[in-house]
């Protein structure tokens, strides 16, 4: 049984970085073909895609937030953690982690958790 | 970028009846491998988003057989043969053939 679940902060204040755990099971990150990324939902509004790391390290970002993502992988742990620099009201969202499986994109998703940013 | 379009963005359904949410994108979709990389997720209310149909047309596992995905190039679709009311809530399509990946912006469906 695949699960993931998201874990860290619900409240940021601006110009803090956050920080997101994504802890999973039943599926190995050192296994060819799989990755982990993370996709944000500000409420009421569509979904976003953020940033995916892959079994071989390798990492993809999305260019709008490029300069303020951070995403590593902890394989002992089954853990995939993204950092996101200077944050901004606007950052608000629910924050989901999920699994692919070579392009097959997300095929499992965590329960997602909510960060409000605000002073 | 690849930009996706979906429409309705709000889709009033009658129970027992059928149902269609188009998706466009800017680029066509067929990637290097020859497959198309194209998803639709159902998110119900209050609910993380749940994957559908990938690769235009395939089913994921205990999905109704209500659900098809059709398409190819840049136009694809989403059709529900009888809408029951566990269907409500918003459908996205996403691409996974171009970097950055991308998600329509959503298609609500309500009774």
């Known amino acids: 049984q695949i699960t993931l679940k998201e874990s860290g902060p619900t409240l940021v204040k601006p110009t803090q970085t956050l920080t997101l755990t994504c802890t999973f099971s039943?599926?190995?990150?050192?296994?060819?073909?799989?990755?982990v990324g993370w996709i944000r939902q500000p409420p009421g509004k569509a979904l976003e895609w953020l940033a995916l790391?892959?079994?071989?390290?390798?990492?993809r970002y999305s260019p709008s937030l490029k300069s303020r993502l951070t995403i590593i992988k902890d394989t002992s742990k089954n853990q995939v953690v993204l950092t996101m620099t200077n944050m901004d009201p606007v950052d608000t969202a629910t924050y989901y982690c999920?699994?692919?499986?070579?392009?097959?994109?997300?095929?499992?998703w965590g329960q997602g958790t909510l960060v409000t940013v605000s002073s | 970028d690849v930009v996706m379009t979906q429409s309705p963005l709000s889709l009033p359904v009658t129970l027992g009846q059928p149902a269609s949410i188009s998706c466009r994108s800017t680029?066509?979709?067929?990637?290097?491998?020859?497959?198309?990389?194209l998803n639709w997720f159902q998110q119900r209310p209050g609910q993380s988003p749940r994957r559908l149909i990938y690769?235009?047309?395939n089913r994921d596992s205990g999905v109704p057989d209500r659900f098809s995905g059709s398409g190819s190039g840049t136009d694809f679709t989403l059709k529900i043969s009888r809408v029951e009311a566990e269907d409500v809530g918003v459908y996205y399509c996403?691409?996974?053939?171009?970097?950055?990946?991308?998600f329509g912006g959503g298609t609500k469906v309500e009774i």
């Open positions: 999920a699994r692919s499986y070579f392009n097959n994109y997300f095929d499992y």
């Open positions: 690769k235009v047309s």
């Open positions: 039943g599926f190995s990150l050192s296994t060819s073909g799989v990755s």
């Open positions: 790391i892959f079994w071989d390290d390798d990492k």
């Open positions: 680029q066509g979709l067929v990637y290097s491998d020859g497959k198309t990389y």
């Open positions: 996403m691409q996974g053939t171009h970097w950055p990946l991308s």
